[in-house]
């Protein structure tokens, strides 16, 4: 799926319909087109337009691991494969779905040159609601922060880290006797060097960012780094990975 593809086009992705999760639900089987799009000098064009059946492998949900609001959580998937073919060929398909029928989203999906793992969802919570960091914090626990994002190699905060940054802020200006410690974990990806330096550098442009963005004292901000020496789960998956890349926060 690129982002100058047309916005309707016949087929069903990149996502699953509520058409096909109602038959896979109901029945174990569902038909389904799969379009195959590629970028040509920054035009849409569809490659093969593939269709088949897929059909659920167990019959019962199974868990899939996945970081929801920063929070670990096994959400359940059904487990689909088939074969989708068009007058030429014929391809192996396979899928886990959320076991939602109002938001099946993909979490796993193979096929032909393709392979994607969703690792985390994230969604606002209800306006007023005491938030699981905030409360966290507020009983003296460390909180894992995983929405913060940073360039690959790099201390840049990206754009999209601005909505955590600032539940971070709405909690110091909330309690304005806090102080909090940020550290920075990185996976293991790179020498250990390298990733202590790093983590030290993303924890200190955190704490930038909540004292240039959005007025928070420095003096109630310190910052330290751990590298790749403390992780959360294994290093040798992307899912582990990205839980073991995340800035902790720890009220002083």
Do not use: C
Request: no cysteine; charged share 25%; proline share 6%.
């Amino acid at each position: 799926f690129h982002t100058g593809d047309a916005e309707q086009f016949t087929g069903t992705t990149p996502g699953i319909s509520t058409a096909v999760m109602r038959d896979l639900r109901t029945t174990g089987a569902s038909k389904l087109t799969f379009v195959d799009v590629d970028d040509v000098f920054g035009m849409s064009v569809v490659q093969r337009t593939l269709s088949g059946t897929i059909k659920r492998v167990e019959p019962q949900a199974v868990p899939i691991a996945m970081l929801v609001n920063d929070k670990p959580t096994q959400l359940p998937a059904i487990h689909v494969k088939g074969v989708l073919s068009d007058d030429d060929s014929s391809d192996d398909f396979e899928f886990y779905i959320l076991d939602d029928p109002d938001n099946p989203i993909l979490l796993v999906k193979h096929g032909p040159g393709f392979s994607s793992t969703v690792i985390r969802i994230d969604y606002p919570e209800p306006a007023g609601a005491r938030s699981r960091l905030e409360t966290k914090l507020a009983a003296n626990e460390p909180v894992d922060v995983y929405g913060i994002y940073f360039s690959f190699n790099r201390a840049d905060i990206r754009p999209e880290s601005d909505s955590v940054l600032k539940v971070i802020a709405d909690v110091m200006v909330k309690n304005p006797t806090w102080h909090l410690r940020i550290d920075g974990h990185t996976d293991a990806i790179g020498n250990n060097a390298a990733n202590q330096i790093l983590s030290e550098r993303r924890a200190a442009s955190v704490k930038s960012a909540l004292v240039t963005r959005y007025g928070i004292d420095g003096s109630r901000l310190t910052t330290g780094g751990h590298g790749a020496s403390n992780p959360k789960d294994t290093n040798d998956t992307p899912e582990g990975r990205a839980r073991n890349r995340r800035v902790e926060l720890r009220r002083e």
